[in-house]
């Protein structure tokens, strides 16, 4: 009986910690929101570098891709803080475009990119 007691109320710790950790999370999405971009590749090249910015960017971050995004190819970044309002992606040509994007209250943004000019 005395180890039910203990095993009942290790669950229940544990269920509470569960749900307490999930409402941080929520917690934190709500002061610092985030989305998810989906880079679809139609520019006939792979691009190798992506990075993001908020406006006007004065510095980037990391490059958010392990790997080049190929040629009829799509993406999807996580986890992209919804202040971000420009990314800059670099081609294995050498050529770099920026482009803005603008979440609204989108979750999932869809950026088809097209042949760099």
Known sequence: MKHAKFLILNLLTISFMSMFLNSCDSFYNFFYPVASIEIINESGLSITKLCVSTMP?????????????????????????????????????????????????????????????
């Open 57 to 117: 960017a004065t510095s980037w971050g990391q490059n958010l891709i392990a790997s080049p995004i190929s040629t009829g190819r799509s993406k999807t970044i996580g986890n992209i803080p919804k202040e971000v309002v420009e990314i800059k992606l670099a081609f294995d040509s050498g050529a770099i475009v920026i482009q803005q994007i603008d979440f609204n209250a989108t979750e999932l943004y869809k950026l088809k990119i097209g042949p760099p000019s």
